[in-house]
C-alpha cells in the first residue's frame, strides 16, 4: 500500500529555519500533485504550499517569500524550505499527494495523507 514518508520538522527560534522532506513510500512511474498542510492546536487544517512541476506552485499568502516548496523532478518527493519562522507557524505539519494532476489548497483535493511532522517556533 502506497504511503507518505515525512523528515524534518523540529523546534527552531523566532527566525529560524527548517527543511521538510516528504516522498512517496513506492517507486511508481505516475507523478503525484503534492502539497503540504499544517494544523495547530484547536484549528483547522490548513493549505500551506502545492506544486505540481517546478515553477507550477501555489502559497498560502501568510507564508508567501518565506517558504519554498520544491520537488525531485525524478520522483515524487516534495520538500518545503521554511525560512524567517514566526511563532505563529507552530504546527502539525502534513504532506499530502493525489494522483490527480492539479494544484490546490483545498484537503478534498488529496487522497494520501503523511503522518505529520510537528513544527514548533519559539518567540
Known amino acids: 500500500q502506497v504511503h507518505l514518508v515525512e523528515s524534518g520538522g523540529g523546534s527552531v527560534q523566532s527566525g529560524g529555519s527548517l527543511k521538510l522532506s516528504c516522498e512517496v513510500s513506492?517507486?511508481?512511474?505516475?507523478?503525484?500533485?503534492m502539497a503540504w498542510f499544517r494544523q495547530a492546536p484547536g484549528q483547522e487544517r490548513e493549505g500551506v504550499a502545492a506544486i505540481l512541476n517546478a515553477g507550477t506552485t501555489e502559497y498560502q499568502d501568510s507564508v508567501k517569500g518565506r517558504f519554498t516548496i520544491s520537488r525531485d523532478n525524478a520522483g515524487n518527493t516534495v520538500y518545503l524550505q521554511m525560512n524567517s519562522l514566526k511563532p505563529e507557524d507552530t504546527a502539525m505539519y502534513y504532506c499530502a499527494a493525489d494522483r490527480r494532476w492539479w494544484l490546490r489548497l483545498d484537503q478534498s483535493a488529496y487522497n494520501l495523507w503523511g503522518q505529520g511532522t510537528q513544527v514548533t517556533v519559539s518567540s
Open positions: 513506492e517507486y511508481t512511474a505516475v507523478r503525484y500533485s
